[in-house]
T-cell receptor, first 113, second 111 residues
Framework: NAGVTQTPKFRILKIGQSMTLQCTQD?????MYWYRQDPGMGLKLIYY???????DKGEVPNGYNVSRSTTEDFPLRLELAAPSQTSVYFC????????????FGQGTRLTVV | QKEVEQNSGPLSVPEGAIASLNCTYS??????FFWYRQYSGKSPELIMF????GDKEDGRFTAQLNKASQYVSLLIRDSQPSDSATYLC???????????FGKGTHLIIQP
């Protein structure tokens, strides 16, 4: 059982470049989330989805976009990368929003130079 | 704005002692509360969650919740060096936007 899989694990981008962070889960969870974690900080919610075709903004959505065409996949798109987007990105999924565990992927460490 | 506050530490505890980690939250609508452990360079992993006032025990871990004081704590008994990590407190109001995290407390267990 793979759980939540993120790719790539590491990436260096130049300012202005774009990229997509991939996230796949095999647990048939409806709820999926993208968080970013800056050094010494907690996780901040970027976007979330309650099911295929439904997404919504979290606390820090600027500079990012998402899509959810299937239950399994929830890619995060960075357009026009900026140094402020240097962070560790975590994708997570859960079966429900309350009283259940959120399972996290291994994270993507992104550096924008 | 929902906020979760934790002392960032580091909190240094001798091996075998009890480690006490604390967390306060601002949203009175929060319904469930989670403790995640995160090793350096790794993803968070769930230790336990609690949603009723009082204590919940799981092995060496005890979570305590006081909704009137908006306070959550995690006790780790018989602390081991492998418990050295950052502990993230998180709250959920049950909304689809999931968890609000604190910044975490860095715990160091001294052999």
């Amino acid at each position: 059982n793979a759980g939540v899989t993120q790719t790539p694990k590491f990436r260096i981008l130049k300012i202005g470049q774009s990229m997509t962070l991939q996230c796949t889960q095999d647990m048939n969870h409806n709820y999926m989330y993208w968080y970013r974690q800056d050094p010494g900080m907690g996780l901040k919610l970027i976007y979330y989805s309650v099911g295929a075709g439904i997404t919504d903004k979290g606390e820090v959505p600027n500079g990012y976009n998402v899509s959810r065409s299937t239950t399994e996949d929830f890619p995060l798109r960075l357009e026009l990368a900026a140094p402020s987007q240097t962070s560790v990105y975590f994708c997570a999924s859960s079966i429900a929003p309350l009283n259940t565990e959120a399972f996290f992927g291994q994270g993507t460490r992104l550096t924008v130079v | 704005q929902k906020e979760v506050e934790q002392n960032s530490g580091p909190l240094s505890v001798p091996e075998g002692a009890i480690a006490s980690l604390n967390c306060t939250y601002s949203d009175r609508g929060s319904q469930s509360f989670f403790w995640y452990r995160q090793y350096s360079g790794k993803s968070p992993e769930l230790i336990m969650f609690i949603y009723s006032n009082g204590d919940k025990e799981d092995g060496r871990f005890t979570a305590q919740l006081n909704k009137a004081s908006q306070y959550v704590s995690l006790l780790i008994r018989d602390s081991q060096p492998s418990d050295s990590a950052t502990y993230l407190c998180a709250c959920s109001g049950g909304g689809a936007d999931g968890l609000t995290f604190g910044k975490g407390t860095h715990l160091i267990i001294q052999p």
